[in-house]
């Protein structure tokens, strides 16, 4: 598996507050894509960072790439109800092919 | 705007029918790839295209198979449908001139009873 961690997790917080939802993965990457899918829809791309890349910042998204730990992290500060969703953050295996490897994703549910 | 659509959205199938399932994208991305997802899974690979007339396996090809026609159009046909390929399913094209990101269609949720 690609994956160090296959289950789907869950965060629960109030609208307002900031989250961090993390990923970690076990082969190399050339790039960590953050995936956000909301109920009923098909998951659609936030945030795309480079290997050789540490930081990258999207409006209130901001992701982080560790390669030597092979980690990545999703921040969204002030969040709001239409945050809810599921986080997925997906690699790209050191492959030239084009697949995407997606871990389980993180249920964020924003309260308002 | 990119845009992947799927049809149909909703299908109900008998175990041991056909099923296909279409994809439309008017992106001109040569990649095209088709997933499934379960309750509380990620998504899962089952099979890919590299452009019209190619075909390869993903992850989880067994049971399916897939046909692109064209560079719009990518099919997955389950032969003989069995309760276990209940699920919803998503396609997705993308292209390496995009850093491989990746846009999905709305899903086709399938009941096979």
């Known amino acids: 598996s690609q994956w160090g961690e296959e289950n789907l997790q869950a965060l629960s917080i109030q609208e307002g507050e900031d989250v961090t939802m993390n990923c970690s993965y076990k082969t190399y990457t050339t790039v960590v894509q953050w995936y956000r899918q909301k109920s009923g829809k098909g998951p659609a791309q936030l945030i795309l960072i480079r290997s050789n890349e540490r930081e990258k910042r999207s409006g209130r998204l901001r992701a982080t790439l560790d390669t030597s730990s092979q980690s990545s992290s999703l921040s969204i500060t002030g969040t709001l109800a239409t945050d809810t969703a599921v986080y997925f953050c997906a690699t790209d295996g050191g492959s030239a092919l084009g697949r995407l490897h997606f871990g389980a994703g993180t249920q964020l549910i924003v309260i308002p | 705007e990119a845009a992947v659509t799927q049809s149909p959205r909703n299908k109900v199938a008998v175990t041991g029918g056909k099923v296909t399932l279409s994809c439309n994208q008017t992106n001109n991305h040569n990649n095209m790839y088709w997933y499934r997802q379960d309750t509380g899974h990620g998504l899962r690979l089952i099979h890919y295209?590299?452009?019209?007339?190619?075909?390869e396996k993903g992850d989880i090809p067994d049971g399916y198979k897939a046909s692109r026609p064209s560079q719009e159009n990518f099919s997955l046909i389950l032969e003989l449908a069995t309760p276990s390929q209940t699920s919803v399913y998503f396609c997705?094209?993308?292209?390496?001139?995009?850093?491989?990101?990746?846009?999905f269609g709305p899903g086709t949720r399938l009941l096979v009873l």
């Open positions: 295209s590299y452009g019209a007339g190619s075909t």
């Open positions: 997705a094209s993308g292209d390496r001139d995009i850093q491989d990101t990746q846009y």
